[in-house]
């Protein structure tokens, strides 16, 4: 049997990212708060190379507004 915790690694694109967030801020805030965390850190240092720090602080926001609604 799998390790439950084995990590993978996906390739998405960042609109596939945002879509991903999108769908977790539909969900209980104590079940996904952790995912989200681990997605935008993970995608927090790609993006500010390419888009700058703004972008991601906007996809940061937009969403916990959503997980607070």
Same mark, same amino acid.
């Given at each position: 049997?799998?390790?439950?915790?084995?990590?993978?690694?996906?390739? /998405?694109?960042?609109?596939? #990212?945002?879509?991903?967030?999108?769908?977790? *801020?539909?969900?209980?805030?104590?079940? =996904?708060?952790?995912?989200?965390?681990? /997605?935008?850190?993970?995608? #927090?240092?790609?993006?500010?190379?390419?888009? *700058?720090?703004?972008?991601?602080?906007? =996809?940061?926001?937009?969403?916990?507004?959503?997980?607070?609604?």
């Amino acid at each position: 049997m799998q390790d439950i915790k084995q990590n993978i690694t996906l390739n /998405i694109t960042l609109e596939e #990212a945002n879509l991903l967030l999108e769908a977790l *801020g539909e969900m209980p805030f104590k079940r =996904v708060f952790g995912l989200v965390g681990k /997605i935008q850190n993970q995608a #927090a240092p790609q993006v500010n190379g390419q888009n *700058g720090q703004d972008n991601h602080q906007n =996809v940061i926001s937009q969403k916990q507004e959503e997980v607070n609604v």
